[in-house]
């Protein structure tokens, strides 16, 4: 256990170089398990999570070996198909392990996934994804699955969600015949995965859109791949910095689609960044106000499928609008607990109406007051080191290793961009 001490009011400015996608690099760990010869990802970051999906494959018989945020595996040594439950039940991605164990290499047992509790994560896409290649499941206290002759077919899931598409995707890889994967999930994450198994000789069409189509092949070879620069931690880096006063420069591949989501999003506030080449810069001194729609209705930020305002960029957001001149309602669709911290912004003084589960309506401008506070989520916890990093005063974030298990050294990093931050125990 660890907390974060914040004293407010110091502009975050700087250089900024994000690392790793987090939701990258836990499905590559698990696709590493398709095949015997070594596979060595890149940018992968040294975050909690990342951590445990390694141990779990470690606990497998694979070979793992981590030189900075490059990690080399092997799975030629593994020896068994049931991951350890502990870890499994301490992060959501560990279900990424039943595709690619059940396809390769004929069978996985393992209980049901961990992860932050935002509400009700749905496993049933997985299930049926898998149960329609030909993989067995008994779905009891643990879920058992079996391989029996995987065969490529048209799955229509219930709901494009992300992590059953990848779960699918890397099994349906080694299938025969062809897969269509429709509605798939189409996030950069998601992309990056594809991108990785077409290295290792997968055929896969139609990636980044919302219907895939894969040709199974007999085996996949190894592989050396960069993950992609995690979005969800530059647009929180850029919404410290412009609820400070801060001027950033993020050093980030140009033309992504996602800086782009994230820009549609965060512009509803009148927050804005100019592109250059490799990377993008926040000027400092932005005047925060909430942009009206036609005809002065109140406007909306809602969350969705890509290419929508990703819900992990939610809690940030609403951070954001405390800072806006004028009313926004944000509406997150996905998960119905991922508001709850707003009762840590109105301790704060900020002028937020909870409508439901799903919504709330932010006024704005308010100056925020230091607390003590406790980070329930990796988003929500970020979204209250954002909020401490513009309020008056001193706050203490209690569970920061919520936090650390999806954003890398938050302390070390924004003290280097100017704030002032301590860990403590």
Known sequence: MSSLIIQGGRPIQGVFEPSGNKNGALPMIAASLLTDEPVVLHNVPAILDVEVMLDLVGGLGVTVERT????????????????DANR?????????????LAARHGSAR???????GIGRRRLDPHLYGLRALGIEIDAGESLTFSRGRLRGTDILLDEASVTATENVLMAATLAEGRTTLFPAACEPHVSDLSEM?????ARIEGHGTNR?????????????????????????FLAA???????????????????????????????HWRAGGESFTLNAGQDLQVQ???????PTVESGIWPAFPSDMMSVAVVVATQARGSILFF??????????????????AQIIQCDPHRVVVQGKSQLQATHMSSPDIRAGMAMVVAALCAEGESRIDQAQMIDRGYESVDERLRRLGASVERRP
């Open 68 to 83: 900075g945020r490059t990690v080399r595996l092997c799975s030629a040594s593994l020896n068994s198909r049931e991951p």
């Open 88 to 100: 499994c039940r301490r992060v959501r991605a560990s279900i990424l392990l039943s595709g690619p």
């Open 110 to 116: 393992l209980p049901p996934p961990g992860g932050d």
């Open 197 to 201: 198994l077409l290295k290792m000789g």
């Open 212 to 236: 895939i189509e894969v040709y199974g092949v007999n085996r996949l070879q190894g592989v050396e791949h960069r993950v992609a620069p995690d979005y969800i931690e530059t647009g929180s």
């Open 241 to 271: 910095a412009a609820i400070t006063g801060g001027e950033l420069t993020i050093r980030h591949p140009k033309d992504s689609q996602a800086i782009r989501v994230l820009a549609r999003g965060f512009g509803r506030m009148g927050l």
């Open 292 to 298: 009206q729609d036609l005809g002065f209705s109140i």
């Open 332 to 349: 997150e669709k996905l998960f119905e607990s991922r508001m709850y911290f707003v009762d840590r912004l109105l301790e704060m003084g």
